[in-house]
């Protein structure tokens, strides 16, 4: 929100982005926009999965960077922020791209999604809009039966980056989150707009060149899709925290706040839990956001303080409805729009 309206201060509110309303989702359960012109790939909004092909994947016009297009990416800049100065990771385009990538174009670049199926937990990515992923997807992380903790909500909405950073292995974990779809509702994003380039993963492992949004300190290269997508990870957040205190009144009690972790579990059983993401440990210590609670915290905000605070006095979702149904397919064309794409899947 604080980022629309530094663009548009006179913006009523901040929009943000239902990746199951794109998707094809499943007969039960059916993306609305899947295929029609109102699609988040067309030019009105993010344009394609995939970067210009004759022009290093880049974001260049409106067909394939959609209506920010063309928003040249500056450089790293050691006058502006010397105290980052020793973050600096040495690319030659300074923090514009990742470590080993060497284009210097100053548009954002997405590699073709389809690449994705070569890491196989991420494979149903590879299908980009065409992934069944549906609004239950969604909601299931918002389910107080199902996610009993905040490091339940973080595995449930993005197991893959958890099993990635060997965070867990344990085997409830495994089944329950990272072993179903609703885990890649942070991660989509990331991925199917970024993806990496093939043929570069031998020689930079794990994956090679990286799209812009693969990469932490790039993904906000694609200025529109980072915050809307964002924002809806936070709705469900937000739906979590509500539901969860109908189902159990004490989760927000000082000494549990949803049994958030207070000490390091760096070996022992269940998810690890590392140094700086602790219950009372500053959020973002490199650069600690200190006025995003609407007044100033010098010290920077911590887990604590995003856990405990009313967001509701700042600003409030149009849609906090947990338990919300499927919508029936009975958008003129969409059924075709669905046979078509899976006639093309098949070829």
Known sequence: AFFWRAIVPDLPG??????????????????????????????????SLNGNPDNGWQTDTAFFGGILAGANIKAFSFNKWPELSRYFNG????????????????????YPYQNLQAIPSRAVMALGLDMPYNLQDYLRCADPTLVLTA???GLCIDAFTAVAMQLTDDPYV????????SAITHISFHNIFGSFLA???????????????????????????FF?????????????????LKFNATNDNPNSVWSFP??????????????????????SPLMPFTDILGFTVPRGVTFRDIMTFNWDSLYTYDDMDANARCRPAMEFGYNDRRKKARRANKK
């Open 174 to 181: 495994m089944e329950t989150f990272s072993n179903h779809i």
């Open 228 to 244: 809307i997508h964002h924002n809806s990870v936070v709705r469900n957040f937000q739906m979590w925290l509500a539901e969860s």
């Open 91 to 110: 690319s030659r385009t300074g923090l514009m791209r990742d470590p080993i990538n060497v284009q210097t174009e100053p548009w954002a670049i997405r």
């Open 14 to 47: 901040a929009p943000y982005w239902s990746l199951h309303e794109d998707c094809l989702g499943t007969d039960e359960c059916p993306g609305t926009y899947y295929g029609s012109e109102l699609s988040i790939d067309k030019d009105i909004y993010m344009g």
């Open 199 to 225: 043929g570069t993963e031998d020689d930079f492992p794990p994956f090679g060149y990286l799209g812009d949004s693969r990469v932490v300190n790039t993904s906000p290269n694609e200025y529109l899709g």
């Open 262 to 283: 207070t000490q390091v579990n760096l070996n022992g059983p269940g998810p690890r839990v590392l140094p700086g993401t602790l219950l009372d440990d500053i959020v």
């Open 151 to 153: 490091i339940d909500w």
